[in-house]
């Protein structure tokens, strides 16, 4: 009987309130502080920031209080400059706050180097296949006395011979020099 008393008493109503009323009180509060702390309502529109230069790139982020950290550089994109800006996280036209990084993936200066297969004394055919497969373009042919007829006797690269192991930029034209099938010139 006395706990059902003591459940309609002033004193558990008033302490009851008393407690709800400081929980929504710290809720808002709490919502206030958070809002504000976070910068809950600021918001800055990502640049494009595509085919720009580091330079360029690093001078516009600065003007929006935003920073950026270089995640990779990725294989030679042809359409894009070199050194330039290839894709980026977060994405153009996200909302972001201020100091928030922006993560870059930049065009490398140029190919990559790739050393030059041992394609020599075979054919024609394989020799365009494997070289492709590599990723160097075939120049020019040209053909020198010799018994085997298109088996690829030296390789060119911009006017200079190479050897199997040479390290030239992928995608690269290579030309090929061959036998053009008369022993001894005849």
Sequence with gaps: ????????????????????VSVVIGVFLLKFLLGYITHHDQKIKVPDLAKMSLNDTKRTLENLDLKFKIID??????????????????EAGDFVKENRKIYL?????????????????KTKRQVETHLKSVGFRIGEYYYIPDLG??????????????KPGDMIPK????????????????
């Design 1 to 20: 009987m006395l706990l059902i008393e003591y459940f309609k008493s002033k004193i558990f109503i008033r302490t009851i309130i008393t407690i709800l």
């Design 73 to 90: 550089s990725t294989s030679f994109n042809p359409n894009f400059p070199p050194k330039s800006v290839i894709s980026q996280d977060p």
């Design 105 to 121: 993936t930049l065009n490398p200066s140029g190919y990559r180097k790739v050393a030059i297969p041992n394609v020599l004394n």
């Design 149 to 162: 007829r298109d088996v690829v006797r030296k390789m060119k690269f911009k006017g200079k011979e190479v």
């Design 171 to 186: 995608n690269s034209e290579i030309d090929l020099v061959m036998g053009d099938g008369k022993a001894g010139g005849n």
